[in-house]
């Protein structure tokens, strides 16, 4: 069928007509609105028809997204004794939750420890990722018992990061991987993480975001591949993890970006996407939780995960509104677990392909960030990589400026209710993590932070 037949009776309005109706109807905003800002230096048309959109472009971003709908809701659990934990688990599972996220919080459980946590947990029809540093062939032998057992999940761990934030040595962290990946089909469990949070959690723009992720993940295909492991292994033993923010329509065709440059980076290695399985997990954004009002947390979180499933991302974690606090509570997580859960049963939004695909404003705001957010990638490959680049200072330089553009923003006028605006004490504040550092090379370490914590920094100097 012909979609023109499908409004006769109405002329097409190309992309000036909607120009000329905007500027009568706004006047002097006019000029102000016209333009959608994505990061510094990148900016969309407010408005975009199929006039001004390059067919083939929007083709090649629709191509690469994802074909099967829905998502896995993945909540995450602090360790705490393991037949407390596995309770949790028990639960979580009974409640919505479609695989867990277990963060080790830096122990190491023996293989005993092990069993008992994941006791009547199905691995194989609920995926388990582990957030700790433990040597994956140690750990997925406890799981699998070596028995053959085919296990679902991974390791939630991104050497690279872990370098940035204590100056760990990279290649030890490297071996247990590469080992794995030589010795092990793993089949649907992946043995290392790609993570965003790193660069999110410092203040990084999308387009920063998406260039560092590319970066870590190039890095890592190297690593592997000249251990001698295929590429397509290689590629598909990866999975990604990003944070996503509060700028909704941005963050949308941020994960879309990031699908399609997945497949750039699958095409450098002369893999066919077919065969390549991405996996992207998304996490809410913990550098825009308020940390004097936390019931604004809940709002945000369920915009970011709107951003998030629209996006298309294969999982789902949904920060509690206090998980910022010592101890997250129970209603927090419960609130986190079912807003995805509502999303899923209530909205429909799990019974479509890529939602977001055929809208003419976010496949040319997909389009504009995969484009500079490859020319960032590809300027950094220039000066000869991320590990380089981190090592003399260019990633921290990057950071700390597109951080100062949001704190200016706070400071001139800019609104975030609960951290400038609206605030209230609160008791019981989270500590800063405590890393153990290593840093021989006297690197300029990152760590991880939040824009109110920034903010509220900031005020105390003045």
Request: proline content about 4%; hydrophobic content about 40%; glycine content about 6%.
């Amino acid at each position: 069928m012909n979609p023109a037949s499908l409004f006769s009776e109405f002329e097409p309005t190309g992309y000036d007509s909607w120009t000329k109706q905007a500027e009568a109807e706004l006047g002097a905003k006019f000029d102000i609105l016209k333009h959608w800002s994505l990061a510094p230096g990148v900016s969309t048309n407010a408005y975009a028809t199929a006039d001004i959109l390059n067919p083939e472009e929007v083709e090649q971003m629709r191509n690469c997204q994802k074909l099967v709908p829905g998502w896995l809701n993945l909540p995450r659990l602090k360790l705490a004794t393991p037949a407390e934990t596995n309770a949790s688990i028990r639960e979580a599972l009974s409640q919505g939750a479609d695989g867990i996220i277990i963060d080790f919080q830096n122990t190491q459980p023996d293989t005993a420890e092990i069993a008992l946590l994941l006791h009547h947990v199905k691995l194989n029809d609920n995926p388990v990722y582990f957030q700790t540093t433990q040597p994956v062939t140690l750990l997925f032998d406890a799981i699998t018992n070596n028995t053959g057992y085919l296990v679902k999940g991974g390791i939630a761990h991104d050497p690279i990061a872990c370098w940035m934030r204590t100056g760990s040595n990279l290649a030890e962290a490297m071996k247990p991987v590469i080992s794995f990946c030589q010795t092990k089909e793993g089949g649907e469990f992946r043995p290392l993480m790609v993570e965003s949070h790193i660069y999110h959690n410092n203040g990084a723009d999308p387009v920063q975001e998406l260039a560092c992720t590319l970066g870590a993940l190039v890095t890592y295909m190297d690593l592997l591949t000249e251990a001698g492991i295929s590429p397509i292994k290689a590629f598909n033993s990866v999975f990604c993890s990003v944070s996503i923010g509060t700028q909704y329509l941005t963050e949308i065709a941020k994960l879309r970006a990031l699908r399609y440059l997945l497949r750039k980076v699958a095409a450098a290695y002369d893999l066919s996407f077919e065969k390549t399985k991405p996996l992207i997990h998304a996490k809410t954004s913990s550098f825009y939780h308020s940390a004097t009002a936390s019931y604004t947390n809940i709002i945000r979180a369920s915009s970011e995960v709107m951003s998030a499933v629209t996006g298309g991302c294969d999982a789902l974690t949904i920060e509690g509104f206090d998980s910022h606090l010592t101890k997250e509570t129970e209603l927090s997580s419960r609130i986190a677990r079912n807003i995805s859960s509502v999303l899923s049963y209530e909205s429909g939004l799990n019974v479509v392909a890529d939602p977001a695909g055929g809208s003419y404003a976010i496949e040319q705001m997909s389009i504009a960030l995969s484009n500079a957010a490859w020319a960032l990638f590809v300027e950094m490959e220039d000066k000869g990589g991320l590990i380089k680049c981190f090592q003399e200072g260019y990633i921290q330089d990057l950071l700390r400026d597109s951080a100062k553009k949001k704190l200016d923003m706070l400071e001139n006028g800019g609104v975030m209710i609960g951290v400038n605006r609206f605030t209230e004490p609160e008791s019981n504040p989270v500590e800063a993590a405590q890393t153990s550092e290593s840093n021989p090379a006297k690197l300029r370490l990152l760590r991880d932070t939040s824009l109110s914590e920034m903010f509220q920094n900031q005020r105390k100097t003045l």
